[in-house]
């Protein structure tokens, strides 16, 4: 059994637990937290299937992925707050000029470019194609909202295929462990803190940001992925102390996303990005998670393993 074919026979597993729980749990205590439980693991299903069709492409289908993702990400994003007529041109540039190129470079190995064209050209490019747009009205906040999006759900979104770029001695061939391993134990650690929160949650983390997070929610949910991440360090380039720590900063930065982005929503009066995926709202509300957990997860990764 390769490596990869390991990682999703776990997820699988992990998968089917949930779903016999699931189902116990809707015949011997039915209530609307259980029911919406076992439409999330459903949705699950669907979701994993086409990570691994992608996986089964290669760069090319996880580029496409991805691109796809932070395409439809950034247009939830962008949905939820305030443009004006003067937008539309930046809003045209971020969608099919900026998304596409970024995504170019993870195509053709181009890390340095990669690295520094939104944060640099981009960012300033922005502002610059809103002010000769001429409309001074609220020109700080609209800008910024632009910039804010594209950072979030392109730049930080494309760290996670971007760990296909990675040159680790001894690794070569198996980049995409490290790709399914990130999502396996960021998304996990959602799924538990979830369980863990209905199962056992009392105390409210935020309840004026995120009002279903609990404490024992939190902290079984970070044990419970911080555990697998551990014992799947043989997929990885990683020692098992190694592999605990980054996938424990991995989740912890995954929170600190779902607790950042819930903040957005609740600034905009809403309670999901949009309806898209049944059970989990839209697709920024799955990816939250993950677009803080991957750079961090990359350039850590990158830092300590990567040959320069």
Same mark, same amino acid.
């Given at each position: 059994m390769s490596q990869l074919t390991l990682l999703f026979s776990v997820i699988v597993i992990l998968l089917a637990v949930a779903t016999v729980l699931g189902w116990i749990l809707n015949r011997t205590r039915p209530s609307r937290a259980v029911t919406n439980l076992v439409? =999330?693991?459903? #949705?699950?299903?669907?979701?994993?299937?086409?990570?691994?069709l992608a996986a089964w492409l290669g760069k090319p289908g996880v580029t496409v992925l991805f691109g796809s993702l932070s395409f439809l990400a950034l247009r939830e994003f962008l #949905? %939820?707050?305030p443009t004006a007529r003067a937008d539309h041109g930046t809003l045209i540039w971020s969608f099919f000029i900026f998304t596409p190129i970024q995504y170019s470079f993870l195509w053709f190995d181009w890390y340095g470019m990669f690295?520094?064209?939104?944060?640099?050209?981009a960012f300033l490019f922005l502002p610059i194609r809103a002010a000769v747009a001429g409309d001074t009205r609220n020109f700080l906040e609209r800008t910024s909202r632009t910039q804010w999006g594209l950072m979030t759900c392109?730049?930080? %979104?494309?760290?996670?295929?971007?760990?296909?770029?990675?040159?680790?001695p001894g690794f070569d061939g198996h980049q995409m462990n490290l790709l399914v391993y990130l999502l396996l134990v960021v998304e996990s650690s959602d799924v538990f803190q979830y369980v863990w929160g209905k199962l056992l949650g =009392? =105390?409210?983390?935020?309840?004026?940001l995120s009002p279903n997070k609990t404490w024992e929610g939190l902290v079984g949910?970070? %044990?419970?992925?911080t555990a697998i991440g551990t014992a799947l360090y043989q997929v990885t380039p990683f020692s098992p102390v190694a592999a605990a720590t980054l996938s424990l900063v991995a989740v912890l930065m995954g929170f600190a996303g779902g607790l950042v982005m819930s903040a957005v929503k609740r600034d905009r009066g809403?309670?999901?990005?949009? #309806?898209?995926?049944?059970g989990h709202?839209?697709?920024?509300?799955?990816?939250?998670?993950?677009?803080?957990a991957a750079p961090v997860f990359f350039h850590l990764t990158r830092y300590f393993y990567n040959v320069p």
């Open positions: 439409e =999330r693991v459903a #949705t699950w299903w669907w979701m994993v299937a086409i990570v691994a #949905t %939820l707050v690295s520094i064209f939104i944060p640099v050209y392109v730049y930080c %979104l494309s760290h996670a295929p971007a760990l296909l770029l990675l040159k680790i =009392r =105390r409210k983390v935020a309840p004026n949910g970070i %044990l419970s992925a809403v309670k999901d990005y949009g #309806t898209m995926i049944a709202g839209g697709a920024l509300d799955r990816l939250d998670s993950l677009i803080f």
